[in-house]
């Protein structure tokens, strides 16, 4: 049987050539590998290893990896991943090296979408990050990247243009709920480069917003996936608030893609944005994927704009890592939406 993922994993290969070379024969300690991020990942760096005899090999750092015995045993059962147990702010160090080290841990979407509580999310973006740099210190790894948030950036302000990195905002300390993601996730970036040049590693630290595709979880907070999933199985569409904040949505393959050439390339301690810069409303996205299944939309709240602590625009500007690293966003949002509905069509067929 083909891999469902076959096409856009072979995009990642020819994309990230050179990217691929640099691991070669490397092992890589991995946070946050049983996520959307580190599925992806996985999926991409056994491909590898299959089309390309790359050799890595790779230890995830994971609280339970259940989920991927259960739906992606592929990923779990295969000799080139092995599974380390263990919270990401206290985890035994293993004796080994690594070359590079991968940090995408941070609170579990379900505990996010159950009201985890500030100090909770807050310590383990921080004081797991702290962990995790003085195991690469410790571990002799040449490279280390930290996917930080968008959300790091505050609330945004009424007007409509992209968030750049020079970009001065911060969370509203005022309200811990909303802001304690945020403000750990500045605090580790901070970590990260104070360790980067204690300890001589390179640092690569990036942004992320929001994203759409096979793997994004249809059940929590994600708009994205809760619109693919009542679509699929035929069901309107239901937006929460009035459809009007701005997001925008980039496809996994461009995001591997993207940090392999930031663990590869980015300059040692330089922030760069990785999302898309299609602009779209909720309401529109939700259209979108409406029009493509043959269902309707619910706009829940028509005159309530928002009804979380999200941002009314959530968008970053991406001209930066355009320019210093080449990169561009090959599938548009429309594209995006295809496959991801075929993906979830094969997987929850009606």
Avoid at 187 to 204: P, Q, S, V
Avoid at 205 to 223: E, K, N, V
Avoid at 243 to 270: E, H, I, K, Q
Avoid at 296 to 320: A, G, H
Wanted: with cysteine; proline share 5%.
């Amino acid at each position: 049987m083909a891999h469902p993922l076959a096409d856009d994993l072979d995009e990642i290969l020819r994309r990230a050539a050179d990217q691929w070379e640099e691991l070669r024969g490397q092992s890589i300690f991995v946070t946050g590998g049983t996520g959307f991020f580190g599925k992806w990942l996985l999926e991409s760096v056994l491909w590898a290893n299959h089309r390309l005899a790359l050799g890595v090999r790779v230890v995830v750092l994971t609280r339970d990896k259940s989920h991927l015995l259960k739906h992606l045993p592929h990923l779990a059962e295969t000799e080139a991943v092995r599974f380390l147990q263990g919270d990401i702010r206290t985890f035994p160090f293993p004796e080994e090296k690594f070359s590079h080290v991968i940090h995408m841990a941070t609170t579990s979407a379900e505990a996010t979408f159950s009201g985890e509580k500030p100090l909770e999310k807050f310590t383990t973006s921080c004081l797991g990050t702290q962990r995790v740099l003085e195991f690469a210190a410790r571990c002799g790894a040449q490279k280390f990247l930290l996917t930080s948030s968008g959300n790091a950036y505050g609330p945004t302000t009424g007007e409509t243009t992209a968030i750049t990195e020079d970009n001065p905002g911060a969370p509203d300390l005022d309200n811990p709920v909303s802001s304690a993601l945020g403000e750990g996730k500045r605090a580790a970036e901070l970590l990260t480069r104070i360790y980067a040049n204690d300890y001589g590693f390179e640092a690569k630290i990036c942004r992320c917003f929001s994203f759409i595709g096979p793997y994004l979880q249809t059940d929590l907070h994600y708009a994205a996936g809760n619109f693919i999933r009542d679509a699929v199985a035929g069901r309107p569409i239901r937006v929460r608030g009035d459809g009007t904040p701005l997001r925008s949505f980039l496809y996994p393959s461009d995001l591997m893609v993207w940090l392999l050439n930031l663990l590869a390339r980015a300059p040692s301690g330089r922030l760069y944005n990785v999302g898309s810069d299609e602009i779209v409303s909720i309401g529109e996205l939700a259209r979108k994927i409406a029009a493509r299944t043959g269902t309707s939309v619910i706009i829940e709240n028509q005159n309530r704009p928002l009804e979380t602590s999200s941002p009314n625009i959530y968008v970053p500007s991406i001209s930066r890592i355009k320019r210093e690293l080449g990169l561009t966003v090959e599938v548009d949002l429309d594209t995006a939406i295809d496959r991801s509905i075929a993906f979830y069509k094969s997987v929850y067929p009606n």
